[in-house]
């Protein structure tokens, strides 16, 4: 009987440890800030909209827009530098902008997602963009998510449920194999 529960508990153990060591390939890049913030009202124009996410980005596939009020693009080129993507805020007119983004991670796992933000000015002029060192070139039309005017949640950012689940019952059974161990090795003395 020990034997069993012995071998039991190795299996257990060696599917767990297979299970829990492969988790950082389920592991998705994720936005960590954005600036402006999602759902920020602004009284100035800001002169970038910057997103920094969790893993380093390639800057072929590399995708970020910002739509205006108008439904017009209010960005200019794409600058990737890292683990961030941001591009010039061309915008001049009070509203709602859309910021969508795409972005392809060093692994190669792609991330999309948008946000809103809102700008409480008159019209004025915008600030001058800033030099664009490595940029991968976005045309307004790119995302279609950049057209939308609803707002859209933040598909992106948030983890997977199911490691986090599966991780549990794993463990759920190594401490039940554990027990159940235990168990007969009392009744055996």
């Not at 020990?2 to 994720?30: I, M």
Request: aromatic share 6%.
């Amino acid at each position: 009987m020990a034997r069993r529960g012995a071998a039991v508990l190795a299996v257990l153990v060696g599917l767990g440890a297979l299970l829990l060591g492969a988790t950082p390939a389920w592991a998705h890049n994720a936005l960590v800030t954005a600036s402006p913030k999602k759902d920020a009202t602004l009284t100035a124009a800001p002169g970038a909209v910057k997103l920094t996410f969790l893993a380093t980005l390639k800057s072929d596939g590399t995708k970020l827009t910002v739509t205006g009020p108008d439904g017009g693009a209010a960005a200019g080129p794409v600058t990737v530098s890292g683990k961030a993507v941001s591009v010039p805020f061309t915008g001049t007119a009070g509203g709602a902008y859309t910021v969508a983004y795409e972005v392809l991670s060093k692994d190669g796992h792609l991330v999309k997602g948008s946000y809103r933000f809102s700008l409480a000015m008159a019209e004025s002029a915008a600030p001058s963009p800033s030099p664009v060192t490595e940029s991968a070139q976005v045309s307004p039309s790119a995302s279609p998510a950049a057209a939308s005017t609803a707002p859209v949640a933040d598909t992106g950012s948030g983890d997977p449920w199911w490691p986090w689940v599966g991780g549990a019952a794993v463990a759920g059974l190594l401490v039940g194999g554990v027990i159940n161990l235990v168990k007969k090795r009392r009744e055996q003395a």
